[in-house]
Every structure is written in C-alpha cells, then in structure tokens.
Nanobody, 128 residues
Framework: QVQLVESGGGLVQAGGSLRLSCAAS???????????MSWYRQAPGKRRELVADINRGGNANYGDSVKGRFTISMDNAKNTVYLQMNSLKPEDTAVYYCNADLVFTDWLGTVQAGKDYWGQGTQVTVSS
C-alpha cells in the first residue's frame, strides 16, 4: 500500500528555517505516476489548511499566509516532495501533513490510482 513518510519537523525560533521532506512509496508495488503532492497543516483547534501544492510539471500554488516565505519542490525520480520554510512565525506552528495524488501497482500488480494518501504528520513548533 502507499506510504508517505515525512521528516524534518522540529522546534525553531521565530525567523528561523526548517525543511520538510515527504517520500512516497508503494510497498511491494511500484509508483507509476506521481501527479502531484501537497503540504497541509493543522493547528490545535483549527481546520486543516493547504500550505502548498506542486504538480509533476513543477507548477506550484501557495496558501496566502506562506507566500514569499515557503517554497515547495518535488524530485520526481525520488518520489519526494520538499517544503523549505523560511522566516517562520509562531502562527506557523502546526502538524504538517503531506498528501499525494498518484498511480501505482499494488502487490498483485493491479494498477490503482487515488488522491487520498496522507503521511503521519510532523510537528513544527515556532517559538516567539
């Protein structure tokens, strides 16, 4: 089954930087096409919100609150998406989740596709 493994979260002071990574894999199957990957975040008591997304062609979109500070990129060969976060603010504190829209083969070799694949989340805490 599809697995998304995030890393790179942590504690940082306001104004600092962090780089998140999320690697996608298909277990004993194989990823055939990674259409797009996204980063979302959810702070305590708030709804999950889109931070940024990027498609296979490299076209990216950003949430208004992170424009000019965050940069999303994707390594198609490694099936990995990155989120470079600069000029971090306390309000960026949240659990960050990655999401993938992809086509893959399962352990039987059956081709499957979907958009509802999520990582386990990584905590980002920005202190003031």
């Amino acid at each position: 089954q599809v697995q998304l493994v995030e890393s790179g979260g942590g504690l940082v002071q306001a104004g600092g930087s962090l780089r998140l990574s999320c690697a996608a894999s298909a277990g004993s199957g194989k990823i055939l096409n990674l259409h797009a990957m996204s980063w979302y975040r959810q702070a305590p008591g708030k709804r999950r919100e889109l931070v940024a997304d990027i498609n296979r062609g490299g076209n990216a979109n950003y949430g208004d609150s992170v424009k000019g500070r965050f940069t999303i990129s994707m390594d198609n060969a490694k099936n990995t998406v990155y989120l470079q976060m600069n000029s971090l603010k306390p309000e960026d504190t949240a659990v960050y989740y990655c999401n993938a829209d992809l086509v893959f083969t399962d352990w039987l070799g059956t081709v499957q596709a979907g958009k509802d694949y999520w990582g386990q989340g990584t905590q980002v805490t920005v202190s003031s």
